[in-house]
């Protein structure tokens, strides 16, 4: 122990960095295309009961994260009404597995990635829209070639607000997906449990310093990304 | 031909309007919030009408009462917004081709002569917020006009510019309708641009039609609608240029009236020319003044006099082949007695008839 360095990872620490990417970029990979559409629908549709569409939509923002987890569990479990049906169809089981990691950070991400790119679209000028439909641009068409390059930056952001809020969920990922090292024990968890263990200080130290370089790697990329797609979309 | 007649009730009026539109430019010219803009949307197919019917040439763009409402996307009507509305992310030539890229059949219009005639060669790969305004205005003239439209629907496309932009894309507009055949309804505020651009005029007031017809019919009675004051009461005339005088700086042009002089026209012998002689700008006298700077006089015979206000009053002449129209004080009518059949000489100015 004394031997090693206090900033080399253990095998241990790299396999829950890792793990955590992993399971932060499957689950904003996932939810993005619901995401892009659920901002449509919010921000374009006129519907009866999209009041409670909407609220439904931002209840994993104001819900304790154990509760969302236990809500997957009922759901998703092997023995919840999709959980049983994905498995029986598709052998696909979800509960504590990284996949189920992966889902419960994707749920609670989730309203934090529509309302970014519920913005960007609310910022899109619906007359450029109009403009492209007298040049003859159908509905999909027009989606495609203006309003999505247009914004483009807003769901860039939500996709980094959403890997970040993904790599640091800890109470619905325990909950549905367990503490599994090498499995579903991500960055918070293995944080946690190094607290727990005695002699783990250092350990719980190094990790949270790893989480916080993330974080802030994380920021500057997105930040450097967001100002190239402004420059080539020349939006403000 | 383009008939519209359609009704649509809006917030703080009750739009209802019935109107043709030929192959040439139609102004349709009234104050902000005459419903003019509505029209062209209507047209366009981006807003629908509860009531009514629009045709351009043999389609029937949208019937009510036979639920015809072809979508937007499928009407070929070119628009030019007064913003300009260029797509932002794609660059000139991107933009110029996106109508272009998606109409369907065979093209009459092709890229090369519109970005030529357009005079924007040099800006294909700008991006839009890189143009100033007049550029921009040009750039989204060729995006409609390269899309293949029936119809070129214009809204307001000077009005956000300062004049000296105006002036920029003036001379393009003009040539736009004589180059490439497309009926054009073009709808503005501004006075000078229906003088100088429109062959017919269609006056908007209160959502209501108050007059339509060619601009030398709705222009040229003494009872002239209120809404086209601002245009003013005038003639036009038809003519050809007969001469050039080098020397003198000045062109003849021949016209119903007899021969018009006005400063030196870079126009061939031969061509046709229009020019419009506001009432404003025509003076009368008695007899032929002697010595006296205005380039042009001829004979005329009044045949109607009508006051307009308390303090002007309206003539309407007969001269030569052609009529002249001219706007005076009530004192000058009543000082040279002017009355119908008087005999009277008719002055205009050269520079009142220089563009």
Known sequence: MAAESAFVLSLAEQQAVWLSLVVALRSVAFSLPFAVLTAWVLSRGRFWGKTVFDSVVHLPLVLPPVVVGYLLLIGFGVRGPIGHFLYENFGIRLAFTSEGASLATAVMAFPLMVRAIRLALDAVDRGLEDAARTLGAGAIDRFMSITLPLMLPGILAGAVVAFAASLGEFGAVITFASNIPGETQTLPLAIYQAIQTPDGDAMAARLALLSIALALGGLILSEILARRVRAMTGTP | ?355
């Open chain 2, 1 to 355: 031909m383009i008939s519209v007649d359609i009704a649509k009730r809006l917030d703080s009026f009750a739009l209802n309007v019935a109107f043709e539109a030929g192959g040439g430019v139609t102004a349709l010219f009234g104050r902000s919030g005459a419903g003019k803009s509505t029209i062209v949307k209507a047209i366009a197919g981006l807003v629908r009408p509860e009531r009514g019917r629009i045709q351009v040439g043999e389609v029937v763009l949208f019937d009510a009462a036979h639920g015809v409402n072809v979508p937007a996307e499928r009407r070929r009507a070119g628009v030019v917004f007064q913003d300009g509305r260029l797509f932002p992310h794609l660059n000139v030539k991107q933009n110029l081709l996106y109508g272009f890229a998606r109409a369907k059949g065979e093209k009459a219009i092709d890229a090369e002569s519109v970005i030529r005639m357009l005079g924007i060669e040099a800006l294909l790969e700008r991006k839009p917020a890189t143009l100033s305004g007049g550029e921009r205005q040009r750039v989204a003239v060729g995006r409609a006009l390269l899309a293949q439209p029936r119809v070129l629907l214009m809204d307001e496309p000077l009005a956000s510019l300062d004049v000296a932009r105006k002036g920029e894309v003036l001379p393009y507009l003009e040539e736009l309708n004589a180059r490439f055949a497309i009926p054009i309804i073009y709808v503005t505020h501004d006075a000078d641009e229906v003088l100088r651009l429109a062959s017919d005029v269609v006056l908007l007031a209160g959502g209501t039609v108050a007059a339509s017809g060619t601009l030398a019919a709705v222009t040229g009675r003494l009872d002239l609608p209120v809404e086209a004051e601002a245009l003013g009461l005038g003639v036009i005339l038809e003519g050809r240029v007969d001469s050039h005088d080098a020397a003198r700086g000045l062109s003849a042009i021949a016209t119903p009236l007899g021969a018009f002089r006005l400063p030196l026209l870079a126009r061939e012998i031969g061509a046709r020319v229009a020019i419009r002689v506001a009432a404003r700008d025509v003076s009368i006298a008695l007899e032929r003044p002697a010595a006296i700077s205005v380039q042009n006089m001829f004979d005329a015979v009044v045949e109607e006099v009508r006051p307009s206000g308390p303090h002007v009053a309206r003539l309407a002449m007969r001269a030569g082949e052609g009529r002249l129209l001219a706007e005076l004080t009530a004192d000058a009518v009543v000082r040279l007695k002017l009355d119908a059949g008087a005999r009277v000489v008719a002055l205009v100015k050269a520079v009142a008839l220089a563009r």
